[in-house]
C-alpha cells in the first residue's frame, strides 16, 4: 500500500475526537446540556456580530466551533506514558509543553498531544493534556508499593489497538479501514469503568493520599476525564450554568476579560459523584467516586517570554493580594483585584505587538502589489506596518497554563487544601517515561511568525532584512 491510499492523521485525529465526544456524551448526560449551552450562548455571540461571523465564515470555523478543543487523562505507569505517546503519534499528535503540578499540590507532571502544523490545527485541533502520577510522591512506603504493584499489572490498551500501532509504525500510515478499527480499538482505554480494581477499604487509604491517586491508581484504566468546547463567550457560558442548575467551579482560570483576549480562560463544572463497585463488595453495596467533569474554553493570542513572564506576575500579584486560593467566598473579590492587576498589561494588539509580548502571523497587505516601486528594504518592520504594507493578526494560544490546570485539577478533587510537594520538578525524568521529549511551545509559535515574515518578504521581494531572522 502506498502513501496516497493511507488515512490522513487528520482524518484519523478528527474521526477519534468525535468517538469521544459521542462517547463521553452518552456517559455524561450532564456533559450534553453544557454543550447545548455553549452552541446557545455562540450563536447570541455570533448573531450580535455580523464582523465575527464573517470571519468565521472565511476561515471555515464556523463549522467546527462545535467540536470539542481538548481532553484530559492521566495514566500511572511510563510504560503507560510512552505508549500513549505512540498512539497519538498515529493521529499527527505530539507531545507539546511540559507541565509541573507539584508546586500547586498536584503529584503530576504533564504535557499535552496536539497536532503541530498550522494547517492540522485549523483541520481538527483537538488535543488531549495528559498527566502522569509521580508514584514516589506517595508517602507511605506501603501503599506505594500497592499502587505501583496495581499499576503494573493493568492492561489499559486492547490487543488490536496495540498491533495497529505497530502496523502503522511499519508501514508509515493506516488504510482507512485500519484507521476506523484502530479508533474504535483506541478509544476503549478512555472508557468510563463503575468497577475498581481495588478494596473500598484501599480505595479510602489512597484517597487519603490524594484524590488523584485514588483515581488513577483504582481502576482499569485512563478515564477520559473531561472534555472541552470553545465558547466565543466564557462569562456568559459561566452565567448560563446557574440559571440551568449546573454548578460551575468558583472562577475562572486564568486572565481576566479583555478586548483582545490573551492566553486561555477555562471554566467547568464539577465533578460528578459517581456509583462504584468496589472488591468484596456484596451484590447490591457499592461506593462512590468523582472524576469527571464538563470544561469550556475561550483561546486569546499566545504570548512571547517575555509577554508571558508579564502575566505570570500581574497572576502572582492579583493572587497574593487576594491571600489564598479562589473559591466561592471570595470571588467577587478575586475578579476585581485580578482586573485590577492585569490594567498593566496592555489590551490591544498593536501594543502588545510593538511590545514584543505577543506572537502574531504577518501578511502582505493589499498595498504590497505596488511594494516594487517603492524602496523597502530599509525600513524596519514596525514602518511596514505603520504604512499599510504588511499587516498581522494573533496567532491563537493552543497550549496550557500550569497554574490554571492546577485549579481545574483542585476544583474536581474536591475540598481539602492542596498538600505541599517538596519534590523538584522533573523534565528529564518525564522524557524518559515518555520515549522522547516534548517540543517547546514558544518554540513553535515563534517559527510560525518567522515563516510568515519570511513570506511577506519574498512576496515584497525584500531581503535579508533583520525582521525577517
Ligand atoms: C487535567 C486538568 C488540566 C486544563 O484544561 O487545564 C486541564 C485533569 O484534570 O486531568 O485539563
Ligand atoms: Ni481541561
Known sequence: MNASNFSSTDEIRSAFSHAMSQMYRDEVPLYGILMELVSEV?????????????????????????????????????????????????????????????????????????????????TCPFRVFTSLLRVELIDDTELRAIAQHLLCQRKIFTPRALELIEQCEAAGGLSAADASEFV???????????????????YMKLSAQHRLIADVVAFKGPHINHLTPRT???????????????????????????????LLRQTSFKALEES???????????????ARFGEIEQRGVALTPKGRALYDERLSVARNELGEVPNEANAAEYVRILEKAFQAFPDNYEEMRSLGLAYFRYF?????????????????????????????????????????????????????????YSANSNQKKFHSALGRKTLNELELYAESQTRSLRSCARIMRISEASWML
Open 184 to 202: 474504535d480499538r483506541a478509544l476503549e482505554t478512555f472508557r468510563w469503568h463503575n468497577i475498581a480494581t481495588v478494596s473500598l477499604d484501599q
Open 276 to 290: 462504584i463497585s468496589f472488591v468484596g463488595q456484596e451484590v447490591g453495596e457499592s461506593g462512590s467516586h468523582s
Open 364 to 420: 502582505p497587505a493589499e498595498r504590497a502589489m505596488e511594494a516594487s516601486g517603492n524602496n523597502l528594504q530599509m525600513k524596519s518592520l514596525n514602518q511596514l506596518v505603520d504604512e499599510g504594507w504588511i499587516r498581522f493578526e494573533p496567532i491563537v494560544y493552543e497550549d496550557f497554563l500550569p497554574v490554571s490546570a492546577a485549579g481545574i485539577f483542585q476544583s474536581n478533587l474536591g475540598g481539602d487544601a492542596p498538600p505541599h
Open 42 to 122: 455562540n450563536r447570541e455571540v455570533i448573531s450580535a456580530d455580523p464582523e465575527l461571523f464573517k470571519k468565521l465564515a472565511q476561515t471555515g470555523e464556523i463549522h467546527r466551533l462545535h467540536n470539542e478543543r481538548h481532553g484530559a487523562i492521566r495514566v500511572g505507569t511510563d510504560a503507560e506514558l510512552s505508549m500513549l505517546c505512540r498512539l497519538f503519534a498515529v493521529m499527527g499528535m505530539e507531545p507539546v509543553g511540559y507541565y509541573d503540578l507539584a508546586p500547586a499540590g498536584v503529584p503530576v507532571h504533564s504535557t499535552a498531544f496536539r497536532a503541530i502544523e498550522d494547517a492540522a490545527l485549523n
Open 232 to 262: 466565543m463567550d466564557i462569562d456568559a457560558v459561566q452565567r448560563g450554568m446557574f440559571m440551568k442548575g449546573i454548578v460551575p467551579k468558583a472562577v475562572i482560570e486564568g486572565p481576566p476579560r479583555r478586548k483582545c483576549p490573551i
